[in-house]
């Protein structure tokens, strides 16, 4: 992948910016932070969410891309989203996210061959790249969102607002500047609710 190019709004699930590299050996469990809210460093620096494998898995998609990337020629990968359990819970009942989301996307490498596999692709252990996709309306402007990269497992700098990913994720979005479309579980809950965007609800009576 790459160091930090606000991929994940142009490739993945499109949850969140893609940024930092994580190196196989980098494991959640190396953290201490096992909080299901955003937590912070005194300089505002997002705690890596430990036990994030422990949340809501949303749903995996696979070398999905909004763009054209040289970069990726001959690569594939699984990209994992999950959520929160308190999020999780309040977008069933409300079809919208409430504050103190966080949306996590793991990236981990494909692999055809292996053991008794024969055809298609499965995941490695080779977790490539992370990142997170926060609610936090107490801190940040606008819809309260705002994109982190998870830097081997450290404390991650707030991904500038001048990246790509966030104008991307407001115009396109289904609910809330979160890919919902993307996410198969969750799709219908926002239709009965009519929580869908407008821009959405757009894009896609175009596209029929």
Known sequence: ????????????????????????????????????????????????????????YLTTGMDMDYTTDPAMAGHSMFDNVFVNPEAYKSFLATGTWPDKTM???????????????????????????????????????GAGWAFFGLDHAKPAKQIPTSAPCYSC??????????????YPTLIGIAQQKGTLSAGYLKEEAAAK
């Open 103 to 141: 949306l996590v996307l793991e990236g981990r490498m494909a692999a055809g061959k292996g053991s008794i596999n024969k055809a298609g692709h499965y995941q490695t252990t080779e977790v490539m790249s992370g990142s997170v996709h926060v609610k936090d309306k107490s801190r940040f402007g």
């Open 169 to 182: 994720h407001e115009q396109h979005a289904a609910v809330d500047t979160t890919f919902v479309q993307f």
């Open 1 to 56: 992948m790459l160091q930090f190019i606000c991929r994940f709004s142009l490739r993945g699930i499109a949850l969140l910016c893609l940024s930092a590299l994580l190196p196989a050996q980098a494991a959640p469990d190396s953290a201490k932070n096992d909080a299901t809210t955003p937590s912070y460093t005194a300089d505002g620096r997002l705690l890596f969410p430990a036990n994030y494998r422990e949340w809501i």
